[in-house]
């Protein structure tokens, strides 16, 4: 018979974890933005406080993140990508990603400048009002202000200061745009034109009776010496008191004074006086007296008198009046053989 003697023996088991931890991230979410952070905050709070979770098995853990913006802090518009990273004890890991998505859901809004219509007037030479500074220019807010951008419709700024508004009435809408979402507003801004014309006036003028029968003179045409007159909204018209070529009955040497007025198509005017002298300068008419015949009448130094020519004159007419006639003055008397007129 055989005995068989058992001897005692030792060995090691070495038991490793090759189990990767179980690391859920929640699901992605989107959220809105704040309502109640329109104090002009950027972000807003992520609402999701970090709900994952992790198993494994073997107790001891550790999860730490290591992408996107820590939990509870402020996580800008758009998308943002959380990460976690989870370890052992056996220096398994394993990752889980989610995103939040923060949407912009409240439009912005504007309000424009009270008053509108606004009255101004064009500041010469400009046919138009120029701004100053911000006047016109709205108020813009919004719960997340750096996206936020504000225009018009007349020169596509966000400002009007500067801004050449013309003649006339001019509606401008301003919008301010966040995202997809805007808002608008409008103001009237009613231009009018308060500038006079200019130009030069003409200088003291004559005119003459050209021998008209009633000693009658046409109104000359002063307008048309004007001819540098201009105005900041365009054409100006140029007119005076009474109209050129108008007959009217006056005296040599009277001064008449007209009135030119230069008229803009706002009604704005400018004026200036002009002196206008009336000369006669048509002669006298008369029938001349033909020979006459004077006699010495017995005088001693066989002397006679000039006779009275100037009486014999009757047909004496003038334009302007009445006409007066007079004879030569002798500055000698004639010899005998000399023919007196």
Do not use: K
């Not at 290591?66 to 394993?94: E, K, M, Q, R, W």
């Not at 001693?300 to 302007?320: M, Q, R, S, Y």
């Amino acid at each position: 018979m055989v005995q068989v003697i058992l001897l005692p023996c030792t060995y090691n088991v070495t038991v490793q974890d090759n189990d990767l931890p179980i690391l859920n991230c929640p699901p992605n979410i989107t959220v809105q933005s704040s309502v109640e952070m329109i104090t002009y905050q950027v972000t807003v709070v992520l609402l999701y406080n970090g709900a994952f979770t992790v198993s494994d098995n073997c107790p001891g853990v550790n999860v730490v993140q290591i992408g996107g913006p820590a939990i509870g802090t402020f996580v800008s518009l758009g998308l943002s990508t959380i990460t976690y990273h989870a370890t052992d004890l056996a220096t398994n890991t394993s990752t889980c990603s989610f995103t939040v998505t923060v949407v912009d859901d409240e439009a912005p809004t504007i309000t424009c400048p009270t008053g509108s219509p606004f009255s101004r007037f064009t500041d010469d030479p400009l046919c138009a009002y120029t701004t100053g500074g911000t006047e016109f220019d709205p108020t813009a807010m919004d719960n997340c202000p750096l996206t936020v951008v504000v225009s018009n419709d007349f020169n596509g700024m966000a400002t009007l200061a500067g801004a050449n508004i013309p003649q006339g009435s001019t509606t401008i809408i301003w919008t301010v745009t966040s995202g997809l979402l805007s808002a608008t507003c409008s103001i009237t801004i009613d231009v009018a034109d308060d500038d006079p014309p200019t130009f030069t006036c003409p200088g003291p003028q004559t005119a003459f009776t050209n021998g008209s029968v009633n000693c009658e003179a046409n109104v000359p045409n002063l307008a048309a010496l004007v001819a540098d007159e201009a105005d900041n909204c365009g054409t100006a018209i140029v007119t005076q008191s009474t109209a050129a070529g108008t007959p009217i009955t006056v005296t040599d040497g009277q001064i008449i004074n007209y009135t030119v007025t230069v008229t803009d198509g706002a009604g704005n005017t400018a004026t200036c006086t002009v002196a206008v002298t009336y000369e006669d300068d048509d002669a006298p008419t008369f029938t001349c007296p033909g020979p006459q015949t004077a006699f010495t009448n017995g005088n001693v130094n066989c002397e006679a008198n000039v006779p009275n020519l100037a009486a014999l004159v009757a047909d004496e007419a003038d334009n302007c009046g009445t006409a007066i006639v007079t004879p030569y003055t002798l500055q000698e008397l004639p010899s005998q053989s000399q023919m007196v007129s």
